[in-house]
C-alpha cells in the first residue's frame, strides 16, 4: 500500500526525527536521493548541463545541496535563484564550493537552452495556489525548451494535501518525494503534474502514524482482499449477486453488468429486467425473473441503476433493492433517481458510484468543480449520504462511509478521525468509453454478494477493472474489458477468477 499524509502530518515526522539527527543531516539524505535520481536520468552525469529552479524554501535547499552533488560528478549546475537573498545559505555555498554557479532567474534562459535536466525546487509542500508571476514565467521557458523536468518532493504550484491545481504550476516528467508521500501526488488533477514517482525513505518512517489520509492499493494488497473458493464452496458461499438493469433503450448495459459479475467470481447472477432474452443469450448460465428485485431470490449484494431509464418500472426497482437488508451498489440512472433519505435511512451497506457529472448532482454543485476537488468532493459526498462513495475518473477515488460516532472508523483513522481515502492506481484513459461503467458496477457488486466491506469490494473492483483495461486488446471496449478480468484476477492472485475445487453449484 503507498499511504499519503497531510503536510501537517509530515512536518510533524520531520520535526520528530530532525530532534534526533545533527543539524542539516535530514535535508542532507534527501538531496542525496534526489541527486542519485537525477544522476539516473542523467544516464552520464560528467559533462552534462543541469539547472535548479531555487525559491525560498527548503525545497530550493533540497535542490542546491543535490545540485552540489552532481557538481562534484562533474556535472555543470546553474542554480537559477528566484529570491536571492533568501535562497538556502546552506545549500548555496555547498554548491558554489563544488564548482557550480547562481545567476538570478531573469538571467536563467541561456542555462535552461542548454541544459538537459530541470530541479524543480521552487515552493514546498506548504505552497498554496499557483506559482507567481516571475516563478511561472521561469517554468514557461523550461517548457519552451522542453527540457525534463524532476520536482523535488511535489511538483511547485500543485496543492499537497488537496491534488488541486489552482493557476500555474510545474508540470514534471519525474518527481522524487520524500519520507512519505503526499495527497497531491496521487490525486488528480495534480497527480497529472507530477510524472513517474520516486520514493526516497529519509527515516520517516516510525514517526508517521499508522493511519494515513489517502492510500493507493497495490498487487499484495489486493490479492489479500480477493475471495478464494474452497472445497466446500457451493454458488451461495461464492456470493450471489443481483443485477438491476438495462431497459429498452439500453439493453446492453444489462449484459455488462451481468459479464461483470460472472467474470468477477459471482457464484450466481440473478438478473431483473427487461433485457432477459440478451442477458440468456449472452450467459445462459445467468438466472433471470422478470417481476422485480422482491421476488427475485436470495442474494448476498445487489447492483442497481446500469442503463435502468427513469420510468415508474425503474423507480419501483430502486426503491425495492434500496429496501433489501444487503449491500447494494447504486450506479448510472440509479443514481439520478436517488433519494438520499432513503440511502441514510439504511442499515445495510450502501456504495455509490457516480462519475464527477453525476457527484455534481448529488452535491448541488458544478461538474468541473468536483474534478477540480476530487478528494475534497468524494468525502464530502460520502459524510452527506453516510455511503461508501467510488468517485469514477481519471482516478478513481473510495471513500469509506463515515462510521457511526463515537466508534472510530474502520481501517485506521486519518488524521481528522476519517478512514483513509483510496485511490485506484491502475486507471487508464482507454476506460473511457461507452458501458465500461457497467463492468465495473457487475464486478463490484460480485465482490460485494462475497463477503467484502463496500470500500474493499470498491478498491478491488476498480483495481482489477483499470488492469483489465490494461490487458484487452486495443483499443479496448466495454466487452472486451469484461473478456479481460479474468486474467487481470489472474495476475493479481495467480489463479483465474471463480477457480475453485468443486465443481457442482
Known sequence: M???YSVETVRAAERALMARLPEGALMRR???GLAAACAGMLGRVYG??????????????????????LARRGAGVTAALLAPDRAHAGGLRALRAAGGRAVPAAEAAPYVARAALVLDGITGIGGRGGLRPEAAELVRTVREFGVPVVAVDLPSGVDADTGEVRGEAVRAHATVTFGAYKPGLLVDPARAYAGALRFVDIGLGPYLPTGPDVQAPQ???????LPRPTAESDKYRRGVVGVAAGSARYPGAAVLAVAGALRGGAGAVRYVGT???????????ALVSADGPARAGRVQAWVVGPGLGDGPQARTALDEVLA???????????LRLLDPDAVRARTAPTLLTPHAGEAA???GTAREEVEARRLA???????RLRATVLLKGSTTLVSPAPAPAPAPAPGGDGGDGASPVRVNPTGTGWLATAGSGDVLSGLTGALLAAGLAAPEAASAGAYLHGLAARLAARPPTASTVAEALPEAWHSVTGTGAGTGTRTTG
Open 2 to 4: 503507498r499511504n499519503a
Open 361 to 363: 448532482a448529488l452535491l
Open 219 to 225: 498487487h499484495a494488497d489486493v490479492d489479500g482482499l
Open 275 to 285: 433485457g432477459t432474452d440478451a442477458v440468456v443469450r449472452a450467459f445462459p448460465e
Open 48 to 69: 552534462a548541463r543541469v539547472v535548479l529552479l531555487v525559491g525560498s524554501g527548503d525545497n530550493g535547499g533540497d535542490a542546491l545541496y543535490a545540485g552540489a552533488r
Open 377 to 383: 468532493s468524494v468525502r464530502e459526498l460520502a459524510v
Open 324 to 334: 433489501a437488508d444487503v449491500p447494494v451498489l447504486v450506479d448510472a440512472d440509479g
Open 30 to 32: 534527501a538531496a542525496a
